[in-house]
């Protein structure tokens, strides 16, 4: 071979390796793998939180409190209040070691007046990634399980026990209904509900006026809140307590059940209202 033709190949190769086509003298780009996000699973909130419940004949929201503290609502035909189990549960209560609550059945006597449950039990399990429920009165026994926590509806993860909403946020007139038993009255339509700044609650329902103060259980998104009734044909006990619960907040609006009892367990009122 002469040396133009050694040339003229060693041009050609070369030509080939530039364009891509005989191979490459540098190593591949590195592929970049961007991490992926951790799934965090909405799991309950320790020994306390809200929970959604569902019974199959009827469903339930439970208010569990860090002191042992339980408030609970029942509805059927979707948001229909029938029931509102309430009790201090030991630290020994579990779904197989029930004890004793106070339940209010609002729809189940003859009138609809609502009635208290002579010897209704309740337990409840906390598991590592669930909530476990049973109860048991006059209709029979019911169990059921829950695996996350009540959240706020609007989308996200916040859960309405564990990302407190401000009461600046809270603030304002409501519209919505009361349930009572003891006093021999229906369902109706509140007169007035109303939430000031700081946590201020005035109300007017079933021939009573009603005045109170919300308080932050803690750093949770619950309430204490203790009620006076009082007024000229108010059979209700002068003197009820109980929780505020937020059972929705979207757009800035709040779904809230206020949920008060008498000391006695004769006598409960829970107010289902809606901001606006």
């Known amino acids: 071979m002469t040396l133009s033709k050694v040339m003229l190949a060693l041009l050609f190769t070369s030509g080939l390796v530039a364009c891509g086509g005989g191979g490459s003298s540098s190593a591949p780009a590195p592929v970049v793998v961007l991490p992926v996000p951790p799934v965090v699973p909405i799991t309950p909130f320790a020994t306390a939180g809200v929970y959604d419940v569902f ?18 609502l029942h509805f059927v035909n979707g948001s229909e209040l029938a029931g509102h189990p309430r009790g201090l549960l030991s630290a020994a209560n579990t779904v197989t070691n029930r004890e004793s609550i106070a339940w209010a059945n609002f729809i189940d006597d003859a009138l609809q007046v609502g009635q208290q449950e002579a010897a209704g039990v309740f337990g409840r399990t906390f598991g590592a990634s669930d909530l476990k429920v ?22 996200s993860n916040k859960t309405l026990y564990g990302d407190p909403i401000a009461l600046t946020a809270l603030a304002g007139s ?9 006093i021999a009255k229906p369902k109706e339509a509140i007169a007035s509900f109303a939430i000031d700044a700081t946590g201020n609650v005035t109300a007017s329902a079933v021939a009573c006026t009603f005045n109170g103060k919300m308080i932050q259980h803690g750093t949770t998104g619950i309430f204490d809140l203790q009620l006076a009734a009082a007024g000229v044909g108010c059979t209700l006990n002068p003197v009820l307590k109980g929780v505020v619960t937020p059972m929705s907040f979207v757009g800035g609006v709040a779904q809230l059940a206020v949920m008060v009892d008498s000391l006695d367990k004769m006598h409960s009122a829970v107010f289902m209202v809606t901001k606006g």
């Open 134 to 155: 049973s109860i048991t009165g006059s209709m029979g026994t019911f169990t059921a399980s829950a695996s996350t926590a009540k959240l706020y509806g609007d989308g």
């Open 55 to 72: 019974y199959g004949q009827f469903h339930g929201t439970y208010t569990f409190l860090d002191n042992g503290e339980f408030y609970g």
């Open 174 to 182: 409501y519209h919505g209904t009361i349930r009572t038993a003891g």
